[in-house]
């Protein structure tokens, strides 16, 4: 990773240019230009009027959602390279469609900047937004750029369809049902944990040169997560709906306990199947941080967590990219962890207020 | 206007509340609780879930746009109630598709707000919000509610619908169309003034009682804006379709010079025409601002600014509703103010830089 890549990456280096000198329209229109269309089907009229202009697929419902990522709260100018933050924007809300079962097709970018930002800078944040729309087939149709007083805000908001059967709900989860998740959770928490190290170091010492070596797995899942689109093409094949569904962003602990409490269940997570990579373990080690504390608690892996009916168990058992980690249970025997040696431990969620504030 | 509605709303006055005793998610449900669904054939599924789900009406297109409001710079929370703020951040958005001569029907709001804020201040942005909701008959079926180091950032993505051959773009507009606008201008930035002026002289002495008396309309023009859904409303009754058309949020000039890069035409806006209110002229005059420049270049109005062919001049020419204020012409001539006098002075977008960086 390259350590220039700090806060003076707002400035643009050495080419910059004033936001003054486009004005919002001539922003707009610069920033959002080289985005193609991907579903003109759907997308009948993107940026350039007072709003989009969509059209339904046939026999569709449409999923829409929105996040607002803030400077100094969700990313760290210090440590979050601008395309990186702009492809993680994206893949954060196209997550929240993929946590509907459903796949995404268009994004509308808000943007507030102060004039620490330059033009180059902000085109290096679309570059990254630009990547991400490319790979998962995303139009952007929609933009908002003002300004800020300081730092930067990003606001997104994302659209997508299904077929209204296979739109899987928080709230559908039964008992018996087996609790999967898509694959391995804590390493973006403990990439986090390196970058903020890293930090702490840099401003000690500006000279110093960052020691990542052998981390490149857990800060990419840090810096550059991708939504699990694949899970919902894999569910489609083996022809499982999932019954209830979410996507890992506070952490496992706070997403089962959404799960079971909008489908009226327990649930039953065995601390022995929550997969944690090993690079994600040696890093944690080095934090004195258990991996499962981090899997529980750490947030942001956006991995998939759903439930499926025992019917489709033959169907799922032998797919690597679906791992079963507990199965849900009737509401009044409550939701636990439990460890190898049997015993029950409530699960608590940790995950906003001990992590998003930051 | 209460005097005391400054800075210290933010705190919620006796009953403060803190919004870490919530939590994000009860949060949410604290403040979207008491939203009514008005349109359960589109609103398939509201807040709490990873997405809304939305079913289009049949035969109709989507219509979506998203604006971004930012505390010290589209608000001053020093003489901006929170109720009207709410209502405002509502209305603008709304306005953005009557601009479209489509009616709304969903909003999605993400906030992002420090801890100087309370519950009891939230609840009152939403009071105002849900107000705006109530009376346009829209529903909020998403949200985001998030930290952030300073300020409030309110976003906003509106949804709306019409039937594919009445969407108003802005680029239709054609030669000898009449320009048409629904109201008057000037007033929305004649309030600002007012508002500013005040607030200079509160931080002077902050014992002061605000002399607004005989101001209350422009004072609502600025503090809550209505989107002119009854034009839309107006049109569809009359048969009209209009050939363009743009909400006024920047200024006449720049709404003006859209329309005619747009439709690749140019545009003769008499200035005579234009239509400022008595209450707004006095109150500018106490600033030594013609009209004129507070209409072309003030913003905010949030009136819609459409092109009519002449076909249709029969049906709108004795409508109290639509004033007549110039035509299109032929791209070469250009697009000018003409005063009284007939010279030509070209028109210039002094909306954005002007006034949005205030």
Redesign the interface.
């Known amino acids: 990773m390259d350590k220039n890549l700090n806060e003076n990456q707002a400035q643009g280096g050495e080419n910059r240019t004033e936001l003054?000198e486009l004005?919002?329209?001539g922003l707009i229109d610069r920033l959002t230009e080289s985005f193609s269309v991907h579903n003109p089907q759907s997308t009948?009229?993107g940026v350039?009027?007072?709003?989009?202009?969509?059209?339904?697929p046939q026999g569709q419902?449409?999923?829409?959602?929105?996040?607002?990522?803030?400077?100094?709260?969700?990313f760290d100018m210090t440590y979050c390279p601008l395309k990186h933050l702009g492809y993680k924007a994206i893949a954060v809300n196209l997550s929240?469609?993929a946590?509907?079962n459903?796949k995404p097709a268009?994004v509308?970018v808000?943007?507030?900047v102060s004039n620490r930002y330059s033009l180059e800078a902000l085109e290096e944040l679309y570059a990254g937004m630009r990547l991400c729309c490319d790979r998962y087939g995303v139009d952007l149709?929609?933009g908002?750029t003002?300004?800020?007083?300081?730092?930067l805000?990003i606001?997104v908001?994302?659209?997508?369809y299904a077929e209204?059967q296979k739109?899987a709900?928080?709230?559908g989860a039964k008992e018996n049902d087996l609790l999967c998740v898509s694959g391995n959770l804590g390493g973006a928490y403990a990439g986090l944990l390196l970058l903020e190290r890293e930090k702490r170091e840099f401003l000690a010492n500006p000279k110093m040169q960052p020691d990542f070596q052998d981390f490149s797995y857990v800060l990419e899942r840090q810096l550059k997560p991708e939504p699990r689109l694949d899970i919902v093409d894999l569910l489609a094949e083996l022809n499982v709906v999932p019954t209830s569904?979410?996507?890992v962003s506070d952490g496992l602990a706070s997403e089962i306990l959404?799960l079971s409490k909008?489908s009226d269940c327990g649930c039953m997570l065995y601390q022995s199947k929550i997969p944690v990579d090993a690079e994600t373990c040696k890093a944690l080690e080095m934090f004195k941080i258990l991996p499962e504390t981090a899997a529980l608690s750490g947030g942001e892996d956006y991995e998939l967590l759903f439930t499926v009916a025992q019917k489709d168990y033959e169907k799922i058992k032998d797919n690597a990219k679906i791992k079963i980690i507990g199965h849900m249970v009737e509401k009044a025997q409550g939701t636990f962890l439990v460890p190898e040696n049997g015993s029950l431990i409530p699960l608590t969620a940790q995950g906003?207020?001990a992590f998003?504030?930051r």
Chains 1, 2 share one sequence.
């Open positions: 003054e004005g919002e329209f009948l009229k350039g009027d007072d709003a989009a202009v969509l059209q339904m419902v449409q999923l829409v959602s929105k996040d607002l990522l803030m400077e100094g709260v969700h929240d469609i946590a509907m459903a268009q509308l808000g943007i507030a149709v929609g908002d003002v300004s800020s007083r300081a730092g805000a606001s908001t994302v659209i997508g209204p739109v709900y928080r709230g569904m979410i996507d959404h909008a906003w207020q998003n504030k």
